[in-house]
C-alpha cells in the first residue's frame, strides 16, 4: 500500500505540473492573439486606406489620359443610327479593357506584393502560437489563392446616356458665336429669346427685417449678357429692316469692295469647313465629345473605386487571418481537453490516493491488532 500510495502521489504530482504548463500556454496564447489581432486588423486599416489612396490616384491620372486611350481606339467609323449603336459598345468595351489594364499596370504588382508581405507576416506572427507539428504545416493548412484585383468600371451603363453632335457647324455662324462667348446653356436661352430668365422674383416679406430687399433691375453681368444678346436676336429676327439699316451704315463707312471681300471670304471659309466636315472629322468631334462625357462620368466612381478595390485587399487579408485563428482555435481547444483530462485524472488519483491511504492505516491497525493477540494468548507460558 506504501508503495501504491507513493506512486499515485507522484502521478499526481507530475498531473498537476503538466495541467499548471497547459493552463500557462493556454494564457499565454489567448493574450498574444488579442494583442496580434489587435496590431493586425490597424495594419490592415492602413494597408487598405493606401490601397483606395493609390487607386483613385491612378483613376484620376487615367482619366487625364482618356483621349490618348480613346484615339487608340481603331474601328469603321459611320454616321449611320446602327453603326453608330455598335460603335458605341465596342468603344465602352475598349475603354473598359483599357482602363482595367492599365490600372492593373499601375496598382495591381505593388498592392499584390504588398498583401503577401502581410498576408506571410501574419503567418510568422500566429507561428509560435500553434504546436510544431502545425507549424510545418502551415502553408498547406491555411488557403492562399492567387489574387488579382478587380476594377469594375461598368463603362457600357456609365456612358450609356451619351448623345453624340456630329451635325455640321460653322465655326462663325450665329449659333456658335453665341455659344462661344455665353457657353452652351446660355446660348440655347439666348437664341431661344427666354426673355423672362433674367427677372428675380422678389418675396413679398424679406427674410431679414433689417435688409431691405434687392431691386429687381439688379443683375449679374452673366444675366446682363444674355438679355443683351437675347434683344439683338430678338430684335433681327423681327424685321429685314434693320438689317438693311445697318447695312447702309456699313456701306457708307468702309465702301462696297471691303463688304463684298468679307463676304467672299466668309463664304470661302464655310466652304472650306463644309468641305472639311468629312467622316473622319466627323469621328473626331465624336471621341473628343465622348472623352469630356466619359471623363465628367468617371470622375464621380473614383472614389467607389477605391473603396472596391480597398475591400477586396480588406476581405483577403481578413480572410487569412481568419483561417489562421481556425488552427489557433483548435490548439485552444486541444489544450482545453488535456486540461480536462489532467483534472479528471488527478480526481481519480486524488481518490486512489485516499483509498491508498485508508487501506494502509487499516493494514497497519490490523497488524497491531494481530501482534497483540499473539502476544497475549499465543506466547507459551513461563
Same mark, same amino acid.
Not at 499548471?20 to 495594419?43: M, N, W
Not at 461598368?154 to 455665353?182: P, Y
Given at each position: ?111 499584390? /506584393?504588398?498583401?503577401? !508581405? &502581410? ?5 510568422? $506572427?500566429? =507561428?509560435?502560437?500553434?504546436? %510544431? ?37 460653322? /465655326?462663325?455662324?450665329? !449659333? &456658335? ?5 455665353? $457657353?452652351? =446653356?446660355?446660348?440655347?436661352? %439666348? ?192
Amino acid at each position: 500500500m506504501d508503495s501504491l500510495h507513493i506512486a499515485a502521489q507522484e502521478q499526481r504530482v507530475y498531473c498537476l505540473e503538466m495541467r499548471e504548463e497547459r493552463q500557462e500556454r493556454l494564457t499565454f496564447i489567448d493574450k498574444q492573439l488579442e494583442l496580434l489581432a489587435q496590431d493586425y486588423k490597424l495594419r490592415i486599416k492602413q494597408i487598405t486606406e493606401e490601397v483606395e489612396r493609390q487607386v483613385s490616384t491612378a483613376m484620376a491620372e487615367e482619366i487625364r489620359r482618356l483621349s490618348v486611350l480613346v484615339d487608340e481606339y481603331q474601328m469603321d467609323f459611320h454616321p449611320s443610327p446602327v453603326v453608330l449603336k455598335v460603335y458605341k459598345n465596342e468603344l465602352h468595351r475598349h475603354i473598359e479593357e483599357g482602363l482595367g489594364r492599365n490600372m492593373s499596370d499601375r496598382c495591381s504588382t505593388a498592392i499584390t /506584393s504588398s498583401l503577401q !508581405t &502581410m498576408q506571410q507576416e501574419m503567418m510568422d $506572427g500566429l =507561428k509560435p502560437l500553434l504546436p %510544431a507539428s502545425v507549424r510545418t504545416q502551415i502553408d498547406m493548412l491555411v488557403p492562399r489563392q492567387c489574387f488579382s484585383l478587380s476594377y469594375d468600371l461598368n463603362c457600357d451603363k456609365l456612358c450609356a446616356d451619351f448623345q453624340e453632335d456630329i451635325e455640321f457647324h460653322f /465655326s462663325l455662324g450665329w !449659333t &456658335m458665336l453665341v455659344n462661344r462667348f455665353l $457657353g452652351p =446653356k446660355n446660348s440655347r436661352r %439666348a437664341l431661344m429669346g427666354y426673355n423672362d430668365q433674367v427677372q428675380r422674383p422678389v418675396p413679398l416679406t424679406p427674410a431679414n427685417p433689417s435688409m431691405p430687399p434687392l431691386p429687381q433691375g439688379s443683375l449679374t453681368q452673366e444675366e446682363l449678357m444674355v438679355s443683351m444678346v437675347t434683344g439683338l436676336a430678338s430684335l433681327t429676327s423681327r424685321t429685314s429692316m434693320g438689317i438693311l439699316v445697318v447695312g447702309g451704315v456699313v456701306w457708307k463707312a468702309v465702301g462696297w469692295r471691303l463688304i463684298a471681300l468679307s463676304f467672299g471670304l466668309y463664304g470661302l471659309l464655310y466652304v472650306y469647313e463644309r468641305l472639311t466636315w468629312t467622316t473622319k472629322a466627323k469621328e473626331r468631334a465624336f471621341k473628343r465629345q465622348f472623352v469630356e462625357y466619359a471623363s465628367e462620368k468617371l470622375q464621380l466612381v473614383v472614389s467607389y473605386t477605391g473603396s472596391n478595390c480597398s475591400h477586396q485587399v480588406q476581405q483577403e487579408l481578413s480572410g487569412t487571418f481568419a483561417h489562421l485563428c481556425q488552427q489557433v482555435d483548435v490548439t485552444r481547444e486541444n489544450l482545453e481537453q488535456e486540461i480536462a483530462a489532467m483534472n479528471q485524472k488527478i480526481e481519480v488519483l486524488v481518490s486512489l490516493q485516499s483509498k491508498a491511504k485508508l487501506l494502509r492505516n487499516k493494514g497497519g491497525w490490523m497488524d497491531s491488532e494481530l501482534n497483540m493477540f499473539m502476544h497475549q494468548y499465543l506466547q507459551p507460558s513461563r
